[in-house]
Structures are given as structure tokens and as C-alpha cells.
């Protein structure tokens, strides 16, 4: 009976055990490229949402504006009582006598309609507007596509930076701690001073401080990627693209950037469809001084008929087609400064222009120069990694000789371990400046 019962406990045990370290693996950082995270942020962003919305309801304002192409056409009806009709022969303040009306009933029907034949080509001006606001309102989605593209891959080569500096250090922690038992033997015999054994205890600790900081630094580019994606602040992420860039990322001639940048930027676009639309402001409001011609028709049912000479207790028709000419003469004095405000509008927008396209090549420029940089830093830190592992190797041979002394030695494993910091940040920093790169020239 006690073996049964000691059999259940065992399997309640393995089985909790098992439980737990499934629950362990389900907890494991989820593999995840950027371009997953990228997938993920445009479909969860509310900016993206928003002006995607704005640039559907451009098209139904295009839309509408066209419709006004089509001629106006109204129809109105009408039913009310006359009441008899004083005439005050002796003056207004005198008893009026009173015409008798056989039928006090008046009521009627009208259809009207009008086409415009020439209005100074504003309807023409008011549809290219809808149009470049619609453009417009696409362009800007895209920037906003573009600026959250550039935002992840900040976040996602962040924590790709972390991640790599945690594996170092813990790497560099248990070497240190495997060193230092080597340094408490070597005290407890006599060999080496207690100062040794202190100072190497003393870089263990500032190893582990360092690595809590890198941890929490990770976890907080986590957080990051998380909510771009609209997932849990706590789900672990395990970015799985390479470091460093890779074959496909063919670098360009900086007159090649430029020049993409000019023409497919949306920030470029943005700008050129706000001059477009301030030089359309500008046509619209000369359009307001120009006459404007039209056709017109009016189709008249009513009763009684009091609208010609003689008058009749009877029904009628009446219709009338023409031509019909109007000018706003008041125009002329009241738009003036109007139209003076949207040239210097118009001229600022242009100026406006230009600034972008001068800061984007500014932007550019110094990506293109730190990304060189990057590269020749990365040869160097190669090297400088390769002297840095020969040096502590040397110095951690010579030490246990005794023959160098234990500062030399922890200088060395500092130097070796800055060594490879500086270089992963150096591939980090290429591959951040070759996406900087490509938001600046509207390919990312």
C-alpha cells in the first residue's frame, strides 16, 4: 500500500515537472523576423488606419467634385389658401372692401435645371484640388508607413544589440568566475596576494551589475516590438535575422540616393502636392473674378393663372429655355488681397519645398558617411579582436607563471570584452544607417 502511494506521488511529481517545463517552453522567446514585426506594426498601427480611412474618403471627395460636372436640377411643389384680398379705396384707414374669390385654393409644380457651360474652369480647378489632396493624403501614408518601418527596425536591431551583449557577458562572466577559482587556490596556497583575490571578485560583480542593466535594457526594446505589434508587454521575442548586412543589401552611390530620394521620397511628395495645391488655390480664386454662362430651363404647372394678363381661374403651363449670363462685380475689389495672400502662401510653399529636399540631402549624406564609417570600423574591431584574444591569452598564461600581474590580466579581459562590444555595435550601427538609407530615399 505505501509503495502504491509512493509510485503516485512519483508520478504527480514527474508529471508537475513535465507540466512545468512545458510550461517553460511555451514561455520561450517566439522566433520572429523583421519583417514579421514590420507585417504586424502596419496592420496594428491606428496612424496607418487613420490616413488609410483619409485617403479613401479623398477618393469619394474626387468623386463628388467630378459630379458637379452634371447639370443642377430642382423640382419644387406648393398648395395654400388665398384669403379674399382687401382694397382700401378710402386709404388705409378706412374700411376696406373686400374682391370675393370663387376659389381660394393656389398650388403648383416647378422643374428647373442648370448646366454650366463656362464658369472660368473652376469645377475644372476645384477636381485637380480633390485630386492632389487625395494624393496627398496617400503620400502621407506612406511616410507614416515608412516612419514605423524605421521606428521597428530602431527597436528590433535595439534588442538584437542587447541580446548579443548578454551573451557576451555571460560568456565573460563564467570565464571570470572559473578564473577566479582558480585565484582563490592559488591564495589559499599562498601563491598570489588577498589584493589579487579582490580585485577579481570586484570585476566578477561589476560583470553581473552589467549584465542585470543589459537585461533590463532588452526587456524594455521587448516591450517595444511588443506593442508595435499589438501583442502582450511580457511575450518573448527571439529576433531571427542575421547581424551585420547581408548579401542582398547592395549598397549605392550617393548621387544614386540622392536621386531616388528626389523622386520616390513621400516626404518630397508630400511637399510637391502642397505646392500643386497652392498654385490650384491661386487659379481657383482668379476663377471667382471670370464670368460665368450657363443654360438654363424652367417647367411651370399652376393654378390659377395670375402670372400673365388676363387672368384665369384655370391651370397652366409655362416653360422657358435660355442662355444665362452672371459676373460678380464685387469680386473685382473684395478678392484682391484674397488672391495676394494665396500667391505668398504659394510662394512660401515652394521655398517649403526646397527645404526638404535640402534637409533629406543633409540626412542622407551623413548616413551615407557613417555607414562607410561603419564598415571601416568593423575591419579595425576585427583585428583589434584577434590582438585583444592573443593579448589575454598571453597575459592569462603569464599571470598563473606569475609573471605578470593580476591588474594586466583584468585589463586585458576588459580590453577583449570592449573589444567585441564595440564591434557588434559597429554591425548594428551599419545596418541601422543602411535602413536610415532607405526611409530617407523611400525604399524601406
Not at 513535465?18 to 514585426?37: F, G, N, R, T, W
Not at 504586424?40 to 460636372?69: C, D, F, P, R, Y
Not at 583589434?384 to 600581474?405: C, D, G, H, P, V
Request: hydrophobic content about 35%; some cysteine; aromatic content about 8%.
Amino acid at each position: 500500500m505505501h509503495f502504491n502511494c509512493y509510485k503516485i506521488v512519483v508520478a504527480i511529481f514527474l508529471f508537475t515537472l513535465v507540466s512545468l517545463q512545458a510550461q517553460e517552453v511555451s514561455k520561450d522567446s517566439i522566433p520572429i523576423s523583421l519583417e514579421k514585426v514590420w507585417e504586424k506594426a502596419v496592420a496594428n498601427s491606428k496612424q496607418i488606419k487613420m490616413h488609410h480611412l483619409h485617403t479613401e474618403s479623398g477618393a469619394e471627395a474626387v468623386k463628388n467634385a467630378k459630379s458637379k460636372q452634371l447639370p443642377e436640377i430642382g423640382f419644387n411643389a406648393n398648395y395654400g389658401k388665398l384669403a379674399n384680398i382687401p382694397i382700401f379705396t378710402n386709404g388705409v384707414l378706412h374700411h376696406p372692401d373686400y374682391i370675393p374669390l370663387e376659389d381660394h385654393s393656389i398650388y403648383g409644380a416647378t422643374i428647373d435645371a442648370y448646366f454650366d457651360i463656362y464658369n472660368g474652369h473652376k469645377l475644372k480647378t476645384n477636381i485637380q484640388k480633390e485630386v492632389v489632396k487625395q494624393e496627398l493624403s496617400q503620400y502621407i501614408e506612406e511616410e507614416t508607413i515608412e516612419s514605423i518601418h524605421y521606428q521597428v527596425v530602431q527597436a528590433y536591431l535595439k534588442l538584437q544589440l542587447y541580446l548579443q551583449l548578454e551573451k557576451l557577458v555571460k560568456k565573460n562572466i563564467y570565464q571570470n568566475g572559473e578564473r577566479l577559482k582558480l585565484i582563490e587556490k592559488l591564495h589559499t596556497g599562498g601563491v598570489v596576494l588577498k589584493s589579487d583575490l579582490l580585485r577579481a571578485q570586484l570585476q566578477l560583480s561589476k560583470q553581473k551589475t552589467s549584465l542585470t542593466a543589459i537585461r533590463n535594457n532588452a526587456q524594455l526594446a521587448m516591450q517595444e516590438l511588443n506593442i508595435f505589434m499589438g501583442e502582450a508587454d511580457d511575450q518573448n521575442l527571439k529576433p531571427t535575422d542575421n547581424i551585420g548586412i547581408q548579401e542582398n543589401h547592395k549598397l549605392m552611390s550617393y548621387d544614386d540616393y540622392i536621386d531616388s530620394a528626389i523622386n520616390k521620397s513621400p516626404l518630397q511628395k508630400i511637399e510637391k502636392q502642397k505646392v500643386a495645391l497652392s498654385k490650384l488655390n491661386v487659379e481657383g480664386l482668379k476663377a471667382d473674378k471670370l464670368p460665368k454662362i450657363g443654360l438654363f430651363g424652367d417647367y411651370n404647372y399652376s393654378y390659377p393663372q395670375i402670372k400673365l394678363y388676363p387672368y384665369e381661374n384655370a391651370p397652366y403651363l409655362l416653360g422657358v429655355v435660355g442662355v444665362k449670363l452672371s459676373y460678380n462685380i464685387s469680386s473685382i475689389y473684395h478678392d484682391v488681397h484674397k488672391e495676394e495672400e494665396a500667391k505668398i502662401l504659394y510662394e512660401e510653399q515652394k521655398i517649403a519645398q526646397e527645404n526638404v529636399q535640402e534637409n533629406l540631402r543633409k540626412d542622407i549624406n551623413k548616413a551615407y558617411k557613417h555607414y562607410i564609417e561603419d564598415q571601416e570600423k568593423i575591419e579595425e574591431l576585427q583585428l583589434n579582436i584577434k590582438q585583444a584574444t592573443e593579448n589575454y591569452r598571453i597575459l592569462n598564461q603569464t599571470y598563473f607563471n606569475q609573471l605578470s600581474l593580476i591588474t594586466d590580466l583584468l585589463d586585458a579581459d576588459t580590453q577583449l570584452l570592449q573589444a567585441e562590444f564595440e564591434l557588434i555595435s559597429a554591425k548594428i550601427s551599419e545596418q541601422l544607417h543602411y535602413y536610415e538609407l532607405l526611409k530617407n530615399t523611400g525604399n524601406l
